[in-house]
């Protein structure tokens, strides 16, 4: 099949709250932007390494039981962080992952965003159920 890497951008949503009620300067956010995020259907989450973790400021809020290739572990989940993926943004828990895993947009965030992978061009497309335009399904 091949890889799908994609760019991504994370935003401390806290510091977007901030700037909306004027209490912080638009270029105080803390943001992360990410060249070579993974595109991975097999992850349920946005999986995120330590270092944008920290880089961030997130705040730790509960632990959770995950499954990973080395087997069943606990995981801590984070704050929500405003994610952007191909101009789509949306509002996203985040899952820490070490820093040898690469990001992860799993299944929930590319439902939220209404991503596809094009298989052929080995990339991230709208999905085509929608003409690739951004739509949610209510019912």
């Given at each position: 099949m091949g890889l799908?890497?994609?760019?991504?951008?994370?935003?401390?949503?806290?510091?977007?709250?901030?700037?909306?009620?004027?209490?912080?300067?638009a270029d105080k956010v803390r943001r992360v932007v990410v060249c070579d995020a993974l595109v991975d259907t097999g992850a349920t989450l946005l999986s995120v390494?330590?270092?944008y973790i920290q880089a961030l400021g997130l705040q730790a809020?509960?632990?959770?039981?995950?499954?990973?290739?080395?087997?069943?572990?606990?995981a801590t989940l984070y704050d929500t962080v405003r994610l952007t993926?191909?101009?789509?943004?949306c509002g996203m828990d985040v899952i820490?992952?070490?820093?040898?895993?690469?990001?992860?947009?799993?299944?929930?965030?590319?439902?939220?965003?209404?991503?596809?992978?094009?298989?052929?061009?080995?990339?991230?497309?709208?999905?085509?159920?929608?003409g690739g335009e951004h739509m949610y399904e209510l019912y």
């Open positions: 799908v890497f994609v760019e991504v951008t994370l935003e401390n949503l806290e510091d977007v709250w901030a700037v909306r009620r004027g209490n912080l300067a390494p330590t270092r809020v509960s632990t959770k039981r995950v499954t990973t290739s080395a087997g069943v572990t606990e993926v191909l101009g789509r943004s820490e992952v070490p820093d040898s895993v690469p990001l992860l947009i799993g299944q929930i965030p590319l439902e939220h965003l209404d991503f596809t992978i094009d298989m052929r061009g080995h990339s991230l497309i709208g999905n085509p159920a929608h």
